[in-house]
């Protein structure tokens, strides 16, 4: 049985059979949510604790609704971090522990939080994104929408194009994707791609062009404030003409091809609004799944023991 864990901190040392056990719940829970009562009893009893430390209106929103549909009581603590209440994360920890929470789900700017965090409550802790590390959540609902367009993995190119050096959903999607059997190109500026990144089993190129060559599905990345704010780029102006997802970039890659977008968009300068517009641009079915992966998450990690006391 996999997934015999307490936490759920990200992707890369999960198997591709985790992974697909992942998103066959996901799909089970994206059918409840189809019908017209949404509620289901897995959590009735069980509390949520929301810790926001970075601002992220669609996935608070996700998990919120999430825990509420399986049944969950939810309290989201963010305005008490935004008022310093708390010396530390780990006070902040302690305190929703002893009150008996049994989900943390924490979204914190520090790379290796969700693990520290841990290490010292009895809940459940579930990383919505840290640091520049993974954000396993919103790369599930990106691995569910490809396989609902494309049937599965094995043998499908991929092209990760944009920062990926900030992208933790990238590297989450890249730890997953090949594990799962497609192959992985990625491309940006040389200042935002890792030279490390090769180890994690990708092809790089600099020319994205090349990168989506025949390409089924094209992932884009956020560009991060970092990027925008120091000298790692020349100008935007220089990036949009080499990496910005257009009509004309979209012509290398497959007749077919899928264009995804973790959200939310800058029109014009990760895509072009005629992209962003246009059939091959599902955004939106990302988002349909958004909660549906969330509700997944809970539910195997209450199965497997992960919430139970």
């Known amino acids: ?68 549909h399986l049944s969950a009581s939810v309290v989201d603590m963010t305005s008490s971090i935004q008022n310093k209440e708390f010396d530390s994360l780990l006070d902040m920890g302690q305190l929703v522990d002893q009150m008996g929470a049994d989900f943390i789900i924490l979204r914190h700017p520090m790379a290796g939080a969700p693990q520290l965090l841990a290490t010292t409550v009895d809940a459940s802790v579930i990383n919505a994104g840290d640091g520049f590390n993974e954000n396993p959540g919103q790369s599930l ?21 944009g920062d990926l050096i900030h992208s933790r959903v990238s590297k989450s999607n890249i730890w997953a994707l090949t594990k799962l059997g497609a192959e992985v190109r990625v491309s940006g500026p040389p200042t935002l791609i890792s030279p ?8 790089v190129y600099y020319d994205a062009r090349e990168a989506m060559n025949n390409a089924d599905v094209i992932l884009t990345t956020r560009m991060h404030k970092d990027s925008q704010n120091t000298m790692v780029l020349p100008s935007l102006d220089e990036y949009k003409r080499f990496f910005r997802i257009d009509e004309a970039l979209l ?18 300068i990760e895509i072009s609004a005629g992209v962003i517009n246009g059939p091959q641009c599902i955004i939106n079915d990302q988002i349909a799944n958004s909660v549906a992966v969330r509700m997944a998450i809970y539910y195997i990690l209450t199965q497997m023991g992960g919430a139970f006391r």
């Open 141 to 161: 609902l990106d691995l569910m929408t490809i396989k609902e367009q494309k049937g599965g993995f094995e043998g499908l190119r991929v092209a990760v194009i």
């Open 1 to 68: 049985m996999p997934l015999i864990k307490k936490d759920f901190f990200g992707l890369k040392d999960l198997s591709a059979d985790d992974i697909r056990y992942i998103l066959g719940t996901a799909e089970t829970m994206k059918y409840i949510l189809s019908q017209k009562n949404k509620t289901s009893p897995h959590l009735r009893g069980k509390s949520v604790i929301i810790l926001f430390y970075e601002a992220s209106a669609r996935a608070k929103l996700s998990y919120e609704l999430a825990a509420r």
């Open 196 to 203: 490390e990144i090769e180890k994690f089993g990708v092809e």
């Open 251 to 268: 012509r290398y890659a497959k007749k077919d091809a899928i264009v995804m977008h973790p959200g939310p968009i800058r029109r014009g």
